[in-house]
């Protein structure tokens, strides 16, 4: 919820009338129940847990609106937020490929699965920076058009930083599905791991964004910053994908030992 909570933010703040904000809002209302009714869930079958099941609800209600707030002002924070997500995204796959390989085979389909997700998102990340983001900033002009006067304007450097982030996004997505077959996962945590990289990618793609949308408004009529009309819908993936990573590397067999201590947790409390 609290990564939702960014994309919403990044989503309001661009957004001139309420409904902008409203396909992320739902996606991050849905994913709040759902998330509660697991929390309940958890506490109704492991009773002497309860009081740290709720805890943790609490927090995590707690964290949209701080998560928010930090987005609202990451701007002030500059590169920091640029570098910081792939510095953290460097980290996270070293982490899991150090280790080495666990016993088992290794998820290739799951993995590829979540490679394609994952590409297709930064896909559409991509789209939104160098195609829709410029059409909606200079209604009236053709692409061509405004990448012509952009280039004459010498105002055309937000273009390698899409690509940059597009890039290394790619990289990312690859590289950690790579770790999560060297590591032999299982398969529904190895999806989440590749498609992990695309959800960090496009929490960050409207600062990404920034310098082409500056360029645009600055060469071109009308003179007006903004967003394209897809970014609502990006926001709304963005929260999507975060559920889903999130229940997938949540899925799998419980151990012998979990299983053992909920027996024991259910026994004290009756």
């Known amino acids: 919820m609290a990564i939702a909570a960014g994309a919403m933010a990044t989503t309001a703040m661009g957004g001139g009338t309420w409904w902008a904000a409203a396909p992320v809002g739902t996606a991050i209302c849905v994913g709040l129940l759902v998330g509660l009714a697991l929390l309940v869930s958890a506490a109704v079958r492991r009773r002497a847990s309860a009081g740290w099941l709720a805890l943790a609800g609490t927090l995590a209600i707690l964290a949209i609106p701080l998560a928010a707030a930090v987005q ?127 959800v960090a990618a496009l929490l960050v793609l409207q600062w990404w964004e920034f310098s082409m949308g500056m360029s645009v408004s600055d060469a071109l009529p009308p003179y007006a910053g903004g967003q394209s009309d897809a970014m609502p819908w990006i926001g709304a993936l963005t929260a999507v994908l975060a559920g889903l990573v999130a229940g997938l590397a949540l899925r799998g067999p419980i151990s012998t030992a979990s299983r053992r201590g909920t027996a024991e947790d259910d026994l004290a409390a009756s």
Not at 97 to 116: D, E, K, L, N
Not at 136 to 163: F, K
Request: glycine residues 10%; aromatic residues 4%.
């Open 72 to 198: 609202m002002f990451a701007f002030v924070l500059g590169p920091l937020v640029l570098v910081a997500p792939a510095a953290v995204l460097v980290v996270g796959i070293v982490a899991l490929a150090v280790p080495g390989a666990s016993p088992g085979r290794p998820a290739v389909a799951s993995v590829a699965v979540g490679t394609a997700i994952a590409l297709a998102a930064v896909a559409v990340g991509m789209l939104d920076g160098l195609v829709w983001l410029p059409l909606a900033l200079a209604p009236g002009y053709d692409l061509d058009a405004i990448y012509a006067e952009l280039i004459r304007q010498d105002e055309d450097h937000g273009i390698p930083l899409l690509v940059g982030w597009a890039a290394l996004a790619a990289a990312g997505v690859v590289a950690a599905g790579a770790a999560a077959l060297r590591r032999r996962l299982r398969p529904s945590l190895a999806a989440a791991c590749a498609i992990a990289p695309a």
